[in-house]
């Protein structure tokens, strides 16, 4: 949240945001550019304003974090070091990402 001047859609290009996949078909591709993004699903993708990494994809040219998502704090469908951790996403939306428990507690471990 900022409190100087709106500017929309100006930013910083070395922020790291957190955005939604797109998809065309059932490949995976970065929202902003279009570069397909499927061979970065893996862990430790960052994150903004958390220490805590990702599962998921990134767009290097953009700066851009795609994590998977989960449906609440226990990462349901994940294996048990995973676990949900809410993330404000650049739309505004907040929703639970699977990331490694360690970085939440580590209260289900
Ligand atoms: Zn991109």
Redesign the pocket.
Known sequence: MSDTEQVALSRNPDERQVARLDRDGRKP???????Y?GHTKSGGKTLPDTDAEAFGWS????S?TFPSHCHGPDAPGFNSSMAGLKIEFRDGETRWVPVPTRYVGGESA
């Not at 767009?59 to 953009?62: L, P, Y």
């Open positions: 591709i970065c929202p902003d550019c279009g570069s993004v767009c290097r040219d953009c851009l």
